[in-house]
T-cell receptor
Framework: NAGVMQNPRHLVRRRGQEARLRCSPM?????VYWYRQLPEEGLKFMVY????????ESGMPKERFSAEFPKEGPSILRIQQVVRGDSAAYFC????????????FGDGTRLSIL | GQQVMQIPQYQHVQEGEDFTTYCNSS?????IQWYKQRPGGHPVFLIQ?????EVKKQKRLTFQFGEAKKNSSLHITATQTTDVGTYFC????????????FGTGTQLKVEL
């Protein structure tokens, strides 16, 4: 019973390039959440999606960041024209239902910007 | 700004000592969840509390949800080295939509 799968585990990009982070939720889970974590800090909510819908993107930066969860395939967090400040761990979590359900986290993608 | 605060930020204890982390929200919470993140790892769900004043136990861990549903605590009795990690509370804030707001976390180090 596979858990939440994120890839890649580590991603290195140069400033100005694009970063694509993928997340496959647990089987049977239709709700996906993306979080960002800086070293020694907490988890900052970015976006909450269901299949083909963005439910809450209040934590997403206004520019360069986008997320999708298509009908088929994984959820994608896309960062365009990356800058050094984008370096962080990005975690994806999934739940079968929204709100009050426990969230199951993937191993995260460690993004490093050179 | 951050609406769910945890204290302390860091705690070093000797193995066998007790440990408590406190979680305080600026608004009422519909529920409170606790997660543990080991160094280099990902958050792992521990427990969820829903009712005002609720207390739950998991072996050496005791979780409480405040009467006003604005605060919570996690107490570990007789810490072990396996307890090392960062403990986060998380809850759905009133008026905050369906997302979970995570607390600032308490990093626990246990020394032999």
């Amino acid at each position: 019973n596979a858990g939440v799968m994120q890839n890649p585990r580590h991603l290195v990009r140069r400033r100005g390039q694009e970063a694509r982070l993928r997340c496959s939720p647990m089987k049977g889970h239709s709700h996906v959440y993306w979080y960002r974590q800086l070293p020694e800090e907490g988890l900052k909510f970015m976006v909450y999606l269901q299949k083909e819908n963005i439910i809450d993107e209040s934590g997403m930066p206004k520019e360069r960041f986008s997320a999708e969860f298509p009908k088929e395939g994984p959820s994608i967090l896309r960062i365009q024209q990356v800058v050094r400040g984008d370096s962080a761990a990005y975690f994806c979590a999934s739940s079968p239902l929204s709100g009050n359900q426990p969230q199951h986290f993937g191993d995260g993608t460690r993004l490093s910007i050179l | 700004g951050q609406q769910v605060m945890q204290i302390p930020q860091y705690q070093h204890v000797q193995e066998g000592e007790d440990f408590t982390t406190y979680c305080n929200s600026s608004t009422t919470l519909s529920n409170i969840q606790w997660y543990k993140q080991r160094p280099g790892g990902h958050p792992v769900f521990l427990i969820q509390l829903v009712k005002s004043g609720e207390v739950k136990k998991q072996k050496r861990l005791t979780f409480q949800f405040g009467e006003a549903k604005k605060n919570s605590s996690l107490h570990i009795t007789a810490t072990q080295t396996t307890d090392v990690g960062t403990y986060f509370c998380a809850g759905k804030l009133t008026g905050g939509g369906n997302k979970l707001t995570f607390g600032t976390g308490t990093q626990l180090k246990v020394e032999l």
